[in-house]
């Protein structure tokens, strides 16, 4: 079982970069594949990053190519977003997630899920 919190969200304007962390609990983050998705009300669920148990293999949505990039810290149980250039279409909230294959993982069936944290970006 993994918990997961996420943190570093907020208002922005349009160019400002942010970066978001998500810290682990329990047993098992290192050898986990870990994603970030976002969500708008009304929309579905869709993912932005995704990074393999090692951190040797990441994707990214088509949206945030060039802008966005997701790293792992397995001594800190801890995944990081990091959001340049943002752009007011970003405005999301945003869920990390764990799966348990350590493998790279780009579908929506992830096993463990924070509960989210709102970034809004000005224009």
């Known amino acids: 079982q993994v918990q997961l919190v996420e943190s570093g969200g907020g208002l922005v304007q349009a160019g400002d970069s942010l970066r978001l962390s998500c810290a682990a609990s329990?047993?098992?983050?290192?050898?986990?594949?870990m994603g970030w998705f976002r969500q708008v009300p009304g929309n579905e669920r869709e993912i932005v990053a995704a990074?393999?148990?090692?951190?040797?293999?990441?994707y990214y949505g088509n949206s945030v190519k060039g802008r966005f990039t997701i790293s792992r810290d397995n001594a800190k149980n801890t995944v990081y977003l990091q959001m340049n250039s943002l752009k007011p279409e970003d405005t999301a909230v945003y869920y990390c997630?764990?799966?348990?294959?350590?493998?790279?993982?780009?579908?929506?069936?992830?096993?463990?899920w924070g509960r989210g944290i709102q970034v809004t970006v000005s224009a």
């Open positions: 329990g047993h098992g983050f290192s050898t986990y594949a």
């Open positions: 997630a764990a799966h348990r294959a350590g493998g790279l993982q780009v579908g929506l069936q992830y096993d463990y």
């Open positions: 990074i393999n148990w090692l951190g040797g293999s990441t």
